[in-house]
C-alpha cells in the first residue's frame, strides 16, 4: 500500500465549476503536508502549504484531517489553465517525502 | 527569485554509457533531493542530502551515486546505462528539509 493515495481521476469538468480532490496518508506521524500542481513533462510546482488550520489562496483551498488522515484542495471557478494533475505530498521524518500518485483534473470549456 | 537549476537539461546516451546529471539548489537551501520520473509516474524519490551529508536513500540503483559539494550543488552520476533509465529526472532543494522546490529537470534518454 502506498503511503500517499489519491484518486487518479481524471476529473473532467466545465469552466466555473467546483472541485476537490481528497489525499490520504498512512503515517500519523506526517509532519507537513503540500499540494503541487505538474503540468505535463514539466516540474511539480508547489501550490500550497497544507496547515492545521486550513488555508485559502485565492480560488484554491486547502484543509488538513489529522484524525482521519487525510488532506483535501478545492478549486473554485475552474479555469482552462487549471488543467493539470495534481500531487499530494505528505512529509514524514523531515527527510522523507512522500508522493501521491496525482490526480488528473481537465478543465473544459 | 532564484530557482533550482539543473543541468543538463535533456541528455542522450547509449546503453551502458554514464552520465552526470547537475543541480544548483536556491540559494541558502542546505537540503537537496533527486527524483525520477518515468513517463505517466509519479516522482520516486533516489536520494537527498542535508548539509553535504547523505540523509537519506530511495530506489536509488547501486549503477547511480551522487554527492553534495561543499556549495551545496549536487551531482548525480550514472554509470552502465539501461534503456529502463530514460526518465526525467528532477532535483528539488528545500531550506532546512521543509517545503520542496523543484528544478526544471533533466530529460534522459538511453538510445
Known amino acids: 500500500r502506498k503511503e500517499v493515495e489519491q484518486d487518479p481521476g481524471p476529473f473532467n469538468v466545465p469552466e466555473g465549476a467546483t472541485v476537490a480532490f481528497n489525499c490520504t496518508y498512512s503515517?500519523?506521524?506526517?509532519?507537513?503536508f503540500f499540494w503541487y500542481r505538474q503540468d505535463c513533462r514539466k516540474e511539480p510546482k508547489l501550490l500550497m502549504s497544507?496547515?492545521?488550520s486550513g488555508n485559502e489562496d485565492g480560488r484554491f483551498t486547502a484543509q488538513l484531517n489529522r484524525a482521519s488522515q487525510y488532506i483535501s484542495l478545492l478549486i473554485r471557478d475552474s479555469k482552462l489553465s487549471d488543467s493539470a494533475t495534481y500531487l499530494c505530498?505528505?512529509?514524514?521524518?523531515?527527510?522523507?517525502?512522500?508522493f501521491g500518485s496525482g490526480t488528473k483534473l481537465n478543465v473544459k470549456p | 527569485a532564484a530557482g533550482v537549476i539543473q543541468s543538463p537539461r535533456h541528455l542522450i546516451k547509449e546503453k551502458r554509457e554514464t552520465a552526470t546529471l547537475k543541480c544548483y539548489p536556491i540559494?541558502?537551501?542546505?537540503?537537496v533531493y533527486w527524483y525520477q520520473q518515468g513517463p505517466g509516474q509519479d516522482p520516486q524519490f533516489l536520494i537527498s542530502?542535508?548539509?553535504?551529508?547523505?540523509?537519506d536513500k530511495g530506489s536509488i540503483p547501486d549503477r547511480f551515486s551522487a554527492q553534495q559539494f561543499s556549495d551545496y550543488h549536487s551531482e548525480l552520476n550514472m554509470s552502465s546505462l539501461e534503456l529502463g533509465d530514460s526518465a526525467l529526472y528532477f532535483c528539488?532543494?528545500?531550506?532546512?528539509?521543509?517545503?520542496?522546490?523543484f528544478g526544471p529537470g533533466t530529460r534522459l534518454t538511453v538510445l
Open positions: 503515517n500519523s506521524a506526517s509532519q507537513s
Open positions: 540559494p541558502r537551501h542546505d537540503t
Open positions: 528539488a532543494s528545500s531550506p532546512q528539509r521543509d517545503t520542496q522546490y
Open positions: 505530498v505528505v512529509n514524514y521524518n523531515f527527510n522523507k517525502f512522500y
Open positions: 542530502f542535508y548539509e553535504k551529508m547523505q540523509s
Open positions: 497544507v496547515y492545521s
